[in-house]
């Protein structure tokens, strides 16, 4: 998962607190700063995967850090931070949208964490708010002393247009009440998402890294939510050659979990107890296999090994699109049965998925003549086929009556004329030498195409028989 | 848009009604220059001819059902109605009927307009296909039946659209068109009674008003805008030649297609083929296709779009790629969405070069040129089972980078993972397209895992723990044997004898010789090795008791072992199958079972009793009564034992899987075709 911290850096930013009881005294800005350093401090702890950017906004937006691990640099560089001018969101927005498709296209799910002054109550509700173009959530952190006036009058902390929530600290504002709710943000965020792996009576507890999403499909007749289930099941394997290449939603490490809580002691323990997670990769690796497990009554995905250089090599969940037709090319997931046998190669061609009866248009020869070059293309062959004539009788005729019965359905009568016309000034035209043949089944096929029977679709026009051999060919 | 906006759309159900009068059988100016031959100089050039504004207009409907079909197979229905002195209807809702060849055959019946006479016994017009029309969208299609039959919490809408094809003199006669489908569409709406009719909730209706080039017209285009709660209108007035570009154009917004642009393919010249040129194949395929290249940078996707010539979409102009090898594919996962594509030209020469290339197995990779001239892979074009899909790639970074390795957590250390055992059960448990159709409730889901779950309910992560997958030579068949459904008796001997086999060893001394062992030093003691095996395999065997003849193999190692079975855990199994079989409800067996299915008794496996040492079994035994009576049964009908011996005989001398399993390949088909599960 990605994570874009977005500072307000506008003037009321500027505003100095005092804490109660005591002399000191800080900025909201500071009070910021120190919030994102507890975030941070609780991703290297328990989250070290996490890639982070930091923007700094105030009229106009600037990416201050590009996503990064290195969690150092991020807090070196929100020290450093200057002041701007005033407020204004929707340049956030469109700088987040950017810089999260620059870097990862959109296929990561990013947490975005606002730090802002009070406005946005009103601010992130305005209509020129739009929602993110990538999956993902915002929460809103507002620094505010006086519980504002904009708070009362909205009585949720949603967003409309699912843009996210906000999320305030604990009044009066002091470091540890920023603390306290950037560690709550962490906590629940940053959750690894355990669930049982299990291909039979064989199980093994995971993590999945980035922690999965819930997603929402509309299809024409019903908008489907489905959640991952916290229990993924193996139903069985494929070669990773029929997999190819179907549409993913997103992927996930999927790690097993420790044995025991007891982390630093256990380690070498644990690395040592056997873990059918570590079996499956190792198998699924050496074989060249992906295995097909159901994510949750309607969702399925894959796993498969993968690395992402040499030497480290993991275990990796792909979803799927939700539904049972998720890689089309194996047809219905769920008529998919487990076969006791290595096919052989024959019966592998017999049991691709049912072949759809209805070919596609490219896949068969039909014609389109809306363009003046499609139909000029056509008669140009057929007018080839009938120089090379008698070799090339069969084609001739094939072509012909393709061309006829074309013609007929879309009930363009002149052109079967028209055609015979050609037809005869082709034969005029033949140069001398040419097979006698040639001149004989031009002359046929014009006279043929003038007849009133040749606008009926039921017939074909055939060769000619002549007193030349060549008709074995047919 | 919302998702809820997304919910019944109106795409679900199209109707054309084109105008089939007589004039409609006038010509359009769309004429083909038909001068091909070379001719004598000086002689007059053969005379070019024209499509009817019938041909014109039906083109562009085939065109239009063409490319829909093409990209949606399924869910996106249109049915062509033709009017002139009564309407016709081309095809219906069911699939079968919704492909273009059914189309062209019923068309070819159609023919051309009737020639303009003067008959007054004769009216022809294009409202005679509104009543049709109308009714037509009411007919429910097989999706929403379904959808219906569902009891969702929300109620199917039936929205549809219905595009007319006619000529109308100027704005006031196309509304009056207008009213004429109003009133109709609000008329079959009264009169629905049966379930598979649906009142029409929403109609957008599309006129496309037509006329010979050669006048003008009065007719002008309308957006789409309110009629009435059930009618909404959009008209467009095109000359009859530009029909074609104009009902493609409608098809993008209709279906929310986008258009992308092959550039560069390199081509043999067709006159040439020493030289080779550089082509351009335009594509279709669904919008979404194109959302990671324009949510991206706005300069590198105005650097991509442009406008397409000649209408008023734009397309999105992505480089070929010459691919090296296949292989060279993009990984599995980096693929985001995956949408059919049809070419827009299928006739051209380039185009159908692009089609073949790809329907032959190879793929094409597709490259955005960014505005400062950088590259990014962006697409992938490939066909599986005959049709083609554009994928679109995640150029960017993955959120993965430099994960742990498995290898660093725990198990990760483990080194003797019985990783091969497991390779060969995941080839055992290859997931195939079933070929016979299930029927429509049956999931095959269930099944697997109950399979995969038999055939692991013993199972040793690792080589160390156990004794028994690491001594094949005596174990095998056994071990894979006993994790089928069933086992027939044949194969019942066969395990028996893998036991028998290890008793001989046992008696003989032998040492267990266990390869992969890694410590020789801790090798165990003979006796304590046998010990440990004949454990481990009573532990195996008791947890694979599926049938009677399971549990016989499990009976026999006890006969071996001089063991009681002290949970009686044979004789509770037996009952349980009795019981089950008892209780089974005939509405289950009627799912499970194929009608061919023999009755029960026999899939149970006890025609035929293996050996006859009963002296050894205990005369109380579930086992003993059972022999007694299949001994009896035998006895009753006179039935000659079998002819086994030749093959029980060679099994024992061999003891090797693979001879044997050649041998009675025919009755393992016979008992598997039989099977109860």
């Not at chain 1, 247009?161 to 009044?171: A, D, K, R, V």
């Not at chain 1, 062959?381 to 013609?407: G, T, V």
């Not at chain 2, 642009?261 to 395929?285: C, F, L, R, W």
Request: charged residues 20%; contains cysteine; proline residues 6%.
């Amino acid at each position: 998962m990605a994570t874009v911290i977005a500072i307000d850096l506008s003037v009321s930013m500027l505003r100095d607190i005092k804490i109660k009881d005591t002399k000191e005294s800080f900025t909201l800005l500071q009070l910021a700063t120190h919030g994102v350093n507890v975030l941070l401090d609780y991703l290297a702890v328990h989250s070290r995967l996490e890639f982070v950017a930091v923007v700094t906004f105030s009229s106009t937006c600037d990416v201050l850090c590009s996503f990064t691990r290195d969690y150092d640099l991020i807090k070196a560089k929100i020290t450093q931070l200057e002041f701007r001018t005033n407020t204004c969101y929707p340049p956030v927005i469109q700088t987040i949208n950017y810089l999260v498709h620059s870097e990862w296209s959109n296929s990561v799910t990013c947490q975005v964490i606002m730090i802002t002054d009070g406005n946005c109550y009103e601010g992130l509700r305005k209509p020129d708010m739009t929602p993110f173009l990538f999956p993902g959530k915002l929460i809103v952190v507002p620094l505010d002393q006086v519980s504002s006036l904009y708070k009362n009058n909205y009585d949720s902390n949603k967003l409309p247009n699912g843009l996210g929530h906000i999320m305030s600290p604990e009044l009066p504002l002091t470091p540890s009440s920023v603390a306290k709710v950037f560690e709550k943000i962490s906590k629940e965020a940053y959750v690894p998402y355990s669930a049982v792996l299990r291909c039979g009576h064989l199980k093994s507890d995971i993590h999945l890294i980035p922690p999965p999403y819930s997603y929402t499909k509309a299809a024409d007749f019903e908008i489907t939510t489905c959640c991952i289930s916290n229990e993924l099941s193996i139903i069985g394997f494929l070669e990773s050659s029929r997999v190819e290449c179907p549409a993913t939603l997103s992927r996930h490490l999927v790690l097993p979990q420790r044995v025991s809580d007891e982390c630093v002691e256990n380690n070498e323990a644990s690395s040592k107890t056997p873990s059918f997670c570590v079996l499956l990769h190792g198998a699924l690796k050496v074989e060249n296999m992906t295995a097909l497990c159901q994510l949750s009554s309607n969702w399925y995905g894959l796993l498969v090994s993968w690395a992402d250089n040499k030497k480290k090599s993991n275990l990796m969940l792909i979803t799927l699109e939700p539904g049972t037709n998720a890689i089309p090319w194996l047809g219905d997931i769920q008529n998919l049965t487990l076969s006791p046998t290595e096919l052989s190669k024959t019966e592998l061609e017999e049991s691709q998925p049912v072949k759809t009866s209805d070919k596609r248009s490219y896949n068969q020869s039909q014609l389109v003549w809306i363009k003046e070059a499609g139909l000029q293309a056509d008669i140009q062959k057929i007018l080839r086929q009938a120089r090379k004539m008698p070799d090339k009788i069969p084609s001739f005729y094939k072509e012909l009556n393709r061309i006829r019965k074309a013609a007929i359905a879309y009930s363009f009568n002149d052109l079967l004329t028209s055609i015979a016309d050609l037809l005869d000034l082709e034969c005029n035209n033949l140069p001398g030498g040419t097979h006698p043949d040639c001149a004989l089944q031009l002359t046929h096929a014009a006279i043929e195409l003038r007849k009133p029977y040749a606008m009926d679709p039921k017939l074909s026009i055939g060769p000619m028989i002549t007193k030349y051999t060549h008709h074995d060919l047919m | 848009m919302s998702l809820t906006d997304q919910l019944f759309p109106v795409n679900h159900k199209t109707t054309f009604v084109v105008d089939h009068t007589p004039y409609f059988g006038l010509a359009s100016n769309a004429h083909i220059k038909m001068d091909f031959t070379k001719r004598p100089p000086n002689t007059v050039p053969p005379s070019p001819i024209f499509k009817s504004m019938w041909t014109c207009s039906i083109e562009a409907v085939l065109e239009y059902c063409r490319i829909v079909w093409d990209l949606f197979p399924e869910g996106k229905l249109i049915r062509v109605i033709s009017s002139d002195s009564q309407s016709r209807i081309l095809n219906s809702w069911a699939s079968s009927q919704q492909n273009v060849n059914h189309m062209l055959h019923h068309l070819s019946l159609i023919g051309p307009p009737a020639k303009l006479l003067p008959n007054p016994n004769r009216d022809y017009s294009v409202v005679y296909g509104f009543r049709t029309a109308a009714e037509t969208m009411t007919e429910c299609t097989t999706a929403q039946m379904d959808q219906d039959s569902k009891k969702n919490n929300i109620e199917v809408q039936n929205k549809c659209r219905t595009i007319i094809i006619t000529s109308a003199r100027d704005n006031p006669s196309i509304d009056n068109l207008m009213s004429m489908f109003h009133n109709e569409l609000i008329k079959v709406n009264k009169y629905i009674s049966q379930p598979s009719f649906k009142t029409v909730h929403q109609c957008h209706l599309v006129i496309v008003n037509t006329y010979p080039d050669s006048i003008t017209c009065e007719v002008t285009d309308r957006p789409i805008h309110t009629i009435s709660p059930i009618l909404d209108l959009e008209v467009h007035s095109v000359p009859a030649s530009k029909i074609g570009i104009k009902i493609s154009n409608l098809l993008l917004k209709h279906y929310n297609l986008a258009s992308t642009t092959v550039t560069g393919i390199p081509m043999k010249e067709e006159q040439n083929a020493s030289s080779s040129a550089n082509y351009d194949v335009e594509i279709y395929h669904a919008a979404t296709a194109h959302t990671t290249i324009l949510n991206a940078n706005v300069a590198d996707a105005k650097a991509v779009v442009a406008k397409k010539e000649g209408a008023d979409y734009e397309t999105i102009k992505l480089k070929w790629c010459t691919p090296r090898a296949n292989n060279n594919l993009p990984d599995i996962h980096s693929c985001t969405t995956l949408h059919r594509i049809t070419p827009v030209d299928i006739n051209s020469r380039p185009s159908a070069c692009l089609i073949t290339f790809l329907l032959n197995g190879r793929s094409v990779l597709l490259e955005m040129i960014k505005q400062g001239g950088g590259k990014s892979m962006s697409h992938v074009l490939k066909s599986y089972n005959g049709e083609i899909y554009i994928h679109s790639v995640s150029s960017g970074r993955t959120v993965l980078e430099d994960p742990p390795a498995i290898s660093e957590g725990p198990g990760g250390k483990v080194s003797q993972y019985r990783v091969a055992d497991f390779g060969n059960f995941m080839k055992l448990n290859l997931l195939q397209p079933s070929k016979r159709k299930t029927t429509e409730d049956k999931n095959c889901i269930d099944d697997a895992k109950e399979k995969l779950k038999k055939q692991t309910a013993y199972w040793p992560l690792i080589t160390s723990s156990t004794m028994i997958f690491n001594l094949k030579q005596y174990t095998e068949p056994m071990l894979s044997l006993m994790v089928k459904d069933n086992i027939t008796d044949q194969e019942l001997m066969n395990c028996k004898q893998c036991i028998y086999a290890l008793m001989t060893a046992e008696s003989k001394n032998e040492h267990l010789i266990i390869p992969n062992l890694i410590n020789p030093r801790k090798m165990m003691k003979k006796d304590d090795q046998y010990k440990t095996m004949w454990t481990e395999l009573e532990t195996f065997l008791k947890s694979n008791l599926y049938t009677e003849n399971h549990c016989k193999v499990l009976q026999c190692l006890f006969e071996c072992l001089g063991k009681p079975d002290e949970e009686k855990i044979i004789e509770k199994t037996l009952t349980r199958f009795k019981k089950s079989l008892a209780n089974r409800p005939s509405v289950i067996r009627a799912t499970t079972d194929s009608p061919m299915s023999p009755p029960l008794t026999q899939q149970a496996g006890i025609k035929h009793i293996a050996q006859n040492n009963n002296s050894d079994i205990d005369p109380n035994s579930v086992m003993y009564l059972q022999i007694i009576q299949e001994n009896d049964s035998r006895k009753v009908n006179n039935q000659p034992s079998r002819p086994q011996f030749a093959g029980r005989l060679k099994s024992v001398q061999l003891r090797s899987g693979n001879l044997f399993a050649k041998l009675y390949q025919h009755i393992d088909d016979d008992t598997d075709a039989k099977s109860v599960k």
